[in-house]
């Protein structure tokens, strides 16, 4: 122990502290107990009081939190008597080499001090009972002997030792019985233990760095910790906590054989969980004044687009989308306890080649809380949440968190969507439309938060987009998850010369761009100066860097919530009543449901993202004009037909004006057909008069025998069609 500390002047020291600073905190304490069994005090008031007694703390923190708990009970012993172990709990530790440390700074040098770590939950266990103090009974004279319990190794006393009453005798010449109650029998006679063995309650949790932390190909590390006592069931995965305690070693082994290798734990003594998203994005009082000065820019919503992805040429109204996504609009509790989301989700589907994953990876940097995910690489269960049974829980069930747990206030972007089966696919329903994702598996119910935007891309089923096809119909994605999405962007290769040449120019630049970059800074030479490259750059460089992009987005979601106006709230109604009355059956769109009140909900969360970027509490007509034309791109795109909207192909996977052509197709075959099925060219004949021309008959037709509704005998002179049943599946 340090000259400045012995025994007597730590005790002393602690004793001080509790009396001069803690006293009426003790009171509470004692008053509460045992409701409230721990006292949490800030490390800077340990500090202030002693810095000796505070840096002592770090460099020794089992001496130092040894003397301090009893220093503490000693107290709270004098108050009342009947209170009985308490806990003494240090947070907010300082930012210094020596205390705050990433999980993947973590070395030898830092076993045995006091730590102070930051990460999201990934794995927990259910509570379990662990050993503090053990009592054994000696099988020859039947005293009972005491043994401390550190650590995670179960300890046995060497011998019966004879301070504590025992024979003497050593372990291989008798047997020790752990007496796990306050009784125990032996020999037929009842033997009474002063207070039994003692335990506590213990829970295990993985922790592992947030996105934020990681730079380019990290993987995030992880960190095993042990949580006692009131600390148990205080956290779950998905949480960003940061943990305070003591790091331990634990040796490896290779089956019985110990090795000299040994993991690493931290030994909780408090925690800390964080409340707000994009806290992690520090902003500095200059940044602040730059990120006002850029919001008073008259056209910043779209320095903010031509910010996104510059290196992927076009895409202006994806982008728009995506810029709006960042933001996000407003969630709202409501007063009858429902919960409105604010997070905006946006599908990109389309051609290959055409940089969606690119572009969604950039998303994923731009996000201050992004995970990326890929389809072929991920499960529903890596995607959501999993109750599992590995070797974390020691044969045990534990909970462990997935991709959209770990994003909870942030977003996730998900590549090749359309490769995960629809067995996982459909975990993400609850997670889209609630934001939360529940278990139920072995008797654990459990209820996690996914409160974050989605980003996700697909492929076509068939390899190309078709826009004259349905959506549902090309992608390998059903109905009820497709509406879950507020915005679908289809990305198709047209081939026109114009825009093939932009576009092959555009990649011309950036290549060039990078050339001569690499050129400057890999060669002596000086064929290409500092002002050619800037030249190059000026095509390919965003107008706001990335990292000024993420503070301005995290200081607007932290500061900004803004409320609709009035004339706002009348622009999108009446655009709502509009777009819905022009579908009246009399009307000329025929009876089509154009937009859902899904729609307008999706509306206001990207008029309240508009402020947003506007840095704006309020939610002007020019946000509702912007997410109008947004809504109007996309549904035109996606869910149009024959000129007019029809929402129903989205959300059921059939427009309402392909089932009336069902109808009328599924009408003449049961109206001509003689026993022996109808042919073909005689189902033309009635349907062509109806408006239905060869190619969308021959469409209808393998739809309806794939569906089962419709089959095709062998007949001779021709395919001929047989009704086998009407309604849809």
Partial sequence: MPEEFNIESLNGAWMKYFTELCQNDIMALANAFPDKKSLEVDFSTIETFDEKLAYFLIDRPIVALYFAEAALNSELKRIEPNVKRCNFRIKNLPDKPLARIDVRGLRTRHLGKFVSVQGIVRKMTQVNSRLMKAAFQCARCLAVIWEPQEGTDHKEPVECYKDQGGCGKAASTTRFVLLTEETATANSNTILSPTGSVSIDSQKIEIQESPEALK??????RLVAYMEDDLCNKIYPGDKVTLNGILRSQQKKSGNQKTNFFNWYLDVN????????????????????????????????DKITASIAPTIFGMEHEKAALALQLFGGVTKLLPDGARARGDIHILLVGDPGLAKSQLIRYISKLLPRGV?????????AGLTAAAVRDEFGEGRWTLEAGAMVLADKGGVCIDELDKMNEQDTSSMHEAMESQSISVNKAGISATFQSRCSVLAAANPKNGRFDEHEYLADQIDLSPPLLSRFDAIFPIVDHIERKRDEDIAGHILKVHLA????HYREASNGKE???????????????????????KYVAYSRRNICPVMKPDTI?????????????????????????MTPRQIEAIIRMSEASARMRLSNEVLPIDAERAKGVMQYYLKKVASEGGSIDIDSIATGISHARLQRFTLILDVIEEIDDGKGVLREDILKRVE?????????????????????????????????????????
């Fill in 372 to 380: 990326f995910a890929s389809g072929k690489a991920t499960t529903g």
């Fill in 570 to 594: 009348e622009t999108i109604k009446d655009y709502y009543v509009d777009i819905r009355a022009a579908a009246r059956p009399d009307s000329e769109g025929g009876g089509a449901v154009p």
């Fill in 528 to 550: 290409y100066s500092k002002e050619d490259e800037e030249d190059a750059m000026e095509d390919v460089k965003p107008i706001y860097s990335v990292d000024a992009l993420r």
């Fill in 689 to 729: 008069a109806e408006g239905i021309d060869e190619n969308r008959l021959d469409r209808e037709l393998r739809r309806l025998t794939n569906d089962g509704r419709l089959w095709m005998p062998t007949n001779e002179g021709g395919a001929r069609y047989k009704v086998m049943r009407r309604e849809m599946r």
């Fill in 514 to 517: 990078g050339e001569i970059s």
């Fill in 270 to 301: 408090s925690l800390e969980i964080e409340e707000h998203e994009f806290d992690e994005v520090e902003i500095s009082a200059e940044d602040e004044k730059t990120i006002l000065e850029m919001s008073k820019d008259p056209v910043i919503q």
């Fill in 216 to 221: 380019g190909r990290d993987q995030p590390e």
